[in-house]
């Protein structure tokens, strides 16, 4: 079952089709009548983890009547090339206006999904978890964030508010790490935890000192975070990132962080190539 409030998916849906279609489908809406009918398909076009087939589903009943929509493979799912993912059958104009939008939402979040996946693959047997950051498409976050855990990763904050996170500019213009967390302390919630990005050692041993409570390793390399796990002793979580790639992810995970954040899971991935095929009818005499 799909984890998002569906009157946010609605309002997501409802903005892409208003962008879609101002008023009318000219080909469409010319081309057909408002009672022809179709059968349809969505296919997988290559091997991947699926992610966004409710919201597929959510497209087609937002922008007209009359399609029943049938999953046959869940998000989450492991998919191969050439599998069915749903089959639909209906209202012509609806199946064809609801086409791209669907697709769009589908293949992108398909494709954060996949690429999730094979990251957490990459480092399966280690203690690191893979989590997405705020580098996210405006407008749809929680759908980006939601398909990083439908491919078995997990979130980092969702907005500014869940958590405190001290960068280098925030550091910088308060002086340092000790003076930042000591004011953030006197400040905030119970509830809230507060992270540290440091660029040394040094200014790892002054956030352990000031007892932060997660300390991400900012671009360093493999020997220098293995020397800050050392240091550490779980005192802190610590989490690496910046500059991660399928190449570097194993050596990273291997020197005994907790947490590895990639940036491109969201804001850049490569969409999951999926088609919606029609199954052809007879030309009419």
Known sequence: MMQLLPCYV??????ALTEDINDMDVTTD?????????????????????CGMEIAACVF???????????LAKDGDTVHYGDILA?????????LKGERTALNLLQHLSGI????????????GTRASIADTRKTMVGIRAMQKYAVRCGGGRNHRFNLSDGAML??????????ILPAITQLRKQIGHMVRIEVEVRS?????????AKADIIMLDNMDCDTMRQAVAITDGKALLEASGGITHDT?????????DIISIGALTHSVKAFDISMKFKRKEAKQ
Do not use: W
């Not at 009943?61 to 999953?71: I, K, Y």
């Not at 999904?113 to 399966?124: D, F, G, P, S, W």
């Not at 960068?167 to 340092?176: E, F, L, P, S, V």
């Open 113 to 124: 999904a996949t690429e999730t996946a094979k990251c957490v693959k990459l480092v399966e």
């Open 10 to 15: 609605d309002e997501v849906i409802r903005r």
């Open 201 to 209: 050692l040094e200014e790892l041993q002054e956030a352990l000192d």
């Open 30 to 50: 010319f081309l057909l009548s408002p009672d022809d009918v179709s059968e349809a398909y969505l296919m997988a076009k290559d091997d991947g983890v699926l």
């Open 167 to 176: 960068k280098d500019n925030h550091i910088d213009a308060c002086g340092g």
């Open 87 to 95: 089959t639909m059958h209906g209202n012509t104009r609806t199946l």
């Open 61 to 71: 009943e937002l922008v007209g009547e009359g399609v029943t929509f049938t999953v």
């Open 249 to 257: 992810i194993r050596a990273v995970a291997e020197t005994g962080v």
